[in-house]
């Protein structure tokens, strides 16, 4: 009886490891992509973090975010019949 017992244990026991290996797999893959998007996170907040000083230290680059877009009401130098030939502020 005792034989019997220990054989069906094995049994149980070869079926479920590949079972419960599929699991951990599974497991190890979902925390490895939380801890990839935690870390991508994280730089991009560092990044975000320094553009106080990169607008301080890039003035250039300062002009070109505080830069307004043209009205659409603004005045063009040529007229819209000279269309074809346009000139070069257009």
Known sequence: MNAFIIELLQAIATAAIPVCAAYLVQYLRRKSEQIIAQTDNMTIKAILSLSPVLRI??????????????????????????????????
């Open 57 to 90: 230290l890039c003035p250039p680059a300062r002009s070109l975010l505080s830069m307004k877009p043209i009205p659409k009401s603004a005045k063009r130098s040529c007229s819209p019949k000279s269309a074809p030939a346009r000139c070069a502020s257009c």
